[in-house]
């Protein structure tokens, strides 16, 4: 294993590296979308080389590799992607052998050494940079055409794009199992009630009508977990899908807030809007962040105490539009804050008005607002010290959007 210096490791190294791993992308096999990505790369820039590159703990794995070298990854020391990977601009030498760090590497100096590079990063949702689309040449060139890099910074969002709709594919195959599994545990008890019932008729039958209830009860039981699990599953297929469209928060969430007068009237709460006059429509699916604030106002009502004051607060912070759900009710431990957004999580705070939940809604809505490239997350000063949830979008076009 080479030993990489430390100035070619990125300050979030780790959390880079579990993001690339998420993906499940290295040492898979050549695969014709990609390969497709790197020769339309070639043919803008006319460069005989080109290639889709993800930057491991200490290699470089060529997921697409339109050059003459014949292998698929290459060691991440004295590796332009790996310089490339530690700024979210564009990396262009115009001669490597200019370049202190790579004049003397392998790139540069074996037989069809590169002379000319230029690379737009991967940059995922979260901002992690995990690899390079880049183009190559064999001879040094002075300039390059901020139109072409461009271009090729559109094809390496392309990239991020398919490697996030697999993942989501993947995420979502991997809830049915857990979500099946739990069904599948959950309907054992009914039915050993259901067979309990069945060995006391056989012993005793005066007792038809008390056994005869259990086993409707079972049943019901049963009927129930199956729908739920038919249910959550034709409703997750369906998120894999964006309706992206013009929206006017201030018009979504005064209708929110008005489904849901008739709740806080029951527990005297009160529900402010602070919303920023400045802010154009945004574009998003108007039905799922619907959906997500609909959860989030519903658990701010859920938990917090009677008499209370939830106040949702929406702003334009630099590129994105912030939409806070503030509550002064039960807040959140560190347990919580860990388990918040998990699948199944019974957290510490309890429904103060006798208000149920199946423990779904914040997973859901992560799910949600990841497909918008947005961010959700909350904070909590403790216990009976209420809580915020932040929903973070980003102010992108239709077409931003639709490439998702």
Do not use: W
Not at 363 to 374: D, R
Request: proline share 3%.
């Amino acid at each position: 294993m080479s030993v990489v210096p430390d100035f070619l490791i990125p300050h979030n190294e780790s959390a880079r590296l579990k993001k690339l791993y998420d993906y499940q992308i290295l040492d898979t096999h050549s695969e014709d979308t990609f390969d497709k990505i790197a020769m339309l790369a070639s043919q803008i820039f006319e460069t005989p080389f080109a290639f889709v590159n993800f930057v491991d703990e200490d290699r470089v794995f060529l997921k697409a590799n339109y050059s003459s070298f014949q292998g698929n990854f290459a060691s991440r020391e004295k590796n332009p992607c790996a310089l490339a990977i530690l700024t979210d601009d564009f990396t262009v030498f115009n001669d490597i052998l200019n370049e202190p760090y790579l004049k003397d590497s392998l790139v540069a100096t074996s037989a069809d050494g590169i002379r000319f590079y230029a690379a737009a990063p991967l940059k995922t949702p979260e901002g992690f940079l995990i690899g390079t689309l880049c183009v190559a040449d064999t001879r040094p060139r002075e300039s390059v055409n901020e139109k072409d890099l461009q271009m090729l910074k559109a094809l390496s969002e392309v990239v991020i794009n398919k490697l996030e709709s697999r993942l989501r594919y993947k995420n979502l195959l991997r809830s049915q199992n857990e979500l099946m599994n739990i069904t599948l545990h959950e309907i054992k008890n009914p039915l050993a009630s259901i067979r309990l019932a069945n060995d006391v008729l056989r012993k005793d039958p005066e007792r038809i009508t008390p056994m005869s209830n259990m086993i409707k009860e079972s049943v019901n039981r049963i009927q129930s977990k199956l729908h739920d699990l038919l249910k959550h599953s034709e409703m997750e297929e369906e998120q894999l899908k964006l309706n992206i469209e013009e929206t006017d928060l201030r018009e979504l969430l005064d209708v929110l807030i008005k489904n849901f007068e008739l709740q806080a009237g029951r527990k005297r709460q009160l529900i402010l809007l602070e919303y920023d006059s400045s802010l154009s429509p945004i574009h998003i699916d108007k039905a799922k962040i619907s959906d997500v604030f609909h959860n989030l106002l519903s658990n701010a009502l859920k938990y917090s105490y009677y008499d209370s004051v939830i106040t949702i607060v929406v702003r334009q912070e630099n590129s994105m539009v912030v939409v806070e759900f503030r509550d002064n009710g039960q807040g959140l431990d560190k347990y919580d804050m860990d388990k918040l957004f998990m699948k199944f999580v019974k957290l510490s705070s309890r429904p103060t008005g006798k208000e149920t939940s199946n423990g779904l809604g914040l997973s859901i809505c992560k799910s949600l607002i990841e497909m918008h490239n947005g961010e959700i997350f909350a904070t909590s000063e403790g216990k009976d010290k209420g809580t915020t949830f932040y929903v973070k979008l980003p102010l992108l076009k239709k077409t931003e959007l639709m490439g998702n």
